[in-house]
T-cell receptor, first 113, second 119 residues
Framework: ELKVEQNPLFLSMQEGKNYTIYCNYS?????LYWYRQDPGKSLESLFV?????AVKQEGRLMASLDTKARLSTLHITAAVHDLSATYFC?????????????FGGGTRVLVKP | GAGVSQSPSNKVTEKGKDVELRCDPI?????LYWYRQSLGQGLEFLIY????????KSGLPSDRFSAERTGGSVSTLTIQRTQQEDSAVYLC?????????????????FGEGSRLTVL
């Protein structure tokens, strides 16, 4: 069974500084998704990482995938207040042949002025 | 509609009653998922429908939970004899096609969820 661990669970950020969220998973998966969730809202897709070594960037967010280490990172550059949200990673169970996303417990991010 | 639509958005019920939650996926999407999110927690997979294939029910927590998908479109999640531990947000998601495969358009889109409170 695929297990997903995110850390930290909570991240208090200062505006303008850089931070990283880590997502470790227990069994082989070569595809991973990152989502953002604002309080009381649904999940918004951020990135789909499709292969080992994949790196994607959108604004102040950059995600990468290392399938050998079973690790994905979400890097936040020069944090701003509107990045406050909960971030979830979700590897595809069964890798490229699978169909279910298994979600981590989420990292709650609070960006303070 | 443009996105995944779920109803009701909020449901309060008494312990022991049955509830039905509805999901309208994005038009043309063949894959449909139900997830459950308890307060402050991550998402727990419940059930997956893909086209006309038999659904993957491996995540349903008990036989009180069932789901169907009619005509390859709308899905209903039914919880019988609700218990307090069933209180959660039930999220539906759809995808144009199977998430597996080599093509790049493999995104999963979520609805706003149905918040269930069992008193």
């Amino acid at each position: 069974e695929l297990k997903v661990e995110q850390n930290p669970l909570f991240l208090s950020m200062q505006e303008g500084k850089n931070y990283t969220i880590y997502c470790n998973y227990s069994t082989t998966s070569d595809r991973l998704y990152w989502y953002r969730q604002d309080p009381g809202k649904s999940l918004e897709s951020l990135f789909v990482l499709l292969s080992n070594g994949a790196v994607k960037q959108e604004g102040r967010l950059m995600a990468s995938l290392d399938t050998k280490a079973r690790l994905s990172t979400l890097h936040i550059t020069a944090a701003v207040h509107d990045l406050s949200a909960t971030y979830f990673c979700a590897p595809l169970q069964g890798g490229a042949a699978g169909n279910k996303l298994t979600f981590g417990g989420g990292t709650r991010v609070l960006v303070k002025p | 509609g443009a996105g995944v639509s779920q109803s009701p958005s909020n449901k309060v019920t008494e312990k022991g009653k049955d509830v039905e939650l509805r999901c309208d996926p994005i038009s043309g999407h063949t894959a449909l998922y139900w997830y459950r999110q308890s307060l402050g927690q991550g998402l727990e997979f419940l059930i997956y429908f893909q086209g006309n294939s038999a659904p993957d029910k491996s995540g349903l927590p008990s036989d009180r939970f069932s789901a169907e998908r009619t005509g390859g479109s709308v899905s209903t999640l039914t919880i019988q004899r609700t218990q307090q531990e069933d209180s959660a947000v039930y999220l539906c998601a759809s995808s144009l096609r199977r998430l597996a495969g080599v093509r790049l358009d493999r995104e999963l889109f979520f609805g706003e969820g149905s918040r269930l409170t069992v008193l």
